[in-house]
């Protein structure tokens, strides 16, 4: 069995071959709880990026020929070896993201599931037998991969949003060029090792690690050989990239970002809101684009639900990931801090009032304070601005219209969450709320059997689930005449 060490890799993975940059450039990956360097890895290019997708070429009609019997199996061995190698792959994981222990682990099952769904999901991507309008013709539809991806993934979860666009892609027969965010390569690399132990054929699966995203993401989306890009980032990259596919027409799958309301209507349970609350915004210091950005609650509970919260949220241990009792981790970066440094500053600017926290933690460095805010305003930055960190701003609404309507009032459409316990409320308020996503009594809603994806400028597609491996396929119609 593989032991820690053997995880850990420093340079590219390309073609089946552990890769240095042409130009010998490494850049460095740091600890966000200490900010000491952990290594340097290699920092590729253009001419790097050209060569994986190449090397993502050759391999493709190999990979595309197998069954997806004999794909099914090498997933499921990878599969098999993320687990067992669960606590290092966390370890390594808590260690250039900054996220406890505890939810790293959380983070490598999540992550492990998609491939082993997308494993069997790819036994099932029927064709259809279409009834002919003419008696001489029969009618029908495969499914056919699109050939190379490009992936692009985001520092949040290093592990999960590689796997959950890599095991549909390679279930359904594509090869794939990955970027992982340069804050977080370790992960990308760990399961590159594992991958090679499963017995992925080189080639099919390509890591370029650059600091130099632009120039990266310029190769991938000009490439006429990838066919297809799936990103996970910011609203603003991803209109970029959304542009700059469009001169080779590539089919596109994006998560981008999110501004998650959560409701508390005056019927909640009060203890099961609080809870879902505290999940839905802490979870990895508020830092994933399905956290509650904007908590909403009804006048007739609000005081109630601002004291209990603000309670739980105190209560929260903050400290590296080293410490098992932590619940909250550093912030990724010193940017980080200062939006949210910002985002307090401007709601307490606007009249909000401070219930706990408001500052950089003692422990000094990334570290933040967990933060409540009550008598939030649309006015604030807050209300518009993915804060992306540990901060709650509570809003207080009188009537059903007026909550949704401050709910739906945001460009992004990905997550939202609500507390009633009114069964005809619970319908209308799911259906009316513009997201791709619902958390009705329930703040934690992901996993690799249930569709993630946004509407409006949240994205397009659907990750996971049975429609998660649609954006890998391109449905071919056969017509066969003179019968
Ligand atoms: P975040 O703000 O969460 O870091 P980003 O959208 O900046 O989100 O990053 C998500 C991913 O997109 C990372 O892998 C990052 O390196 C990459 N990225 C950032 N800018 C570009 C770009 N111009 N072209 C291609 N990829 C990019």
Redesign the pocket.
Known sequence: MTDELDLLRRQAWINGEWTAALSGKTFNVTDPATGEVIVQVADLGPAETRAAIEAAQQALPGWRALSAHERSAILKRWHKLIMLHQVQLATLLSREQGKPLSEAKGEITYGAGFIEWFAEEGKRTYGETIPSPHSSRRLVTIKQPVGVVAA?????FPHAMITRKVGPALAAGCTVVL?????TPLSALALAVLAEEAGLPHGVLNIVTSSD??A???E?TQSEVVRKLS????T???K??MA?SAGTVKKLSLELGGNAPLLVFDDADLDSAVAGALAAKFRNSGQTCVCANRILVQAGIYDAFAARLTEAVAALKVGPATDSEAQQGPLISAAACRKVEEHIADALGKGARLLTGGSAHALGGRFWQPTVLADATPEMRIAHEET?GPVAPLFRFHTEQEAIALANNTESGLAAYFWTQNVQRAWRVAEALESGMVGINEGLISNEVVPFGGIKQSGLGREGSRYGIDDYLEVKYLCFGGI
């Open positions: 692009i993934t985001p520092w949040n970027k992982p965010a340069a804050e995203a632009v990266v993401g310029a991938l990103f996970t980032g910011s603003g990259v991803g970029l990239l700059q992306f």
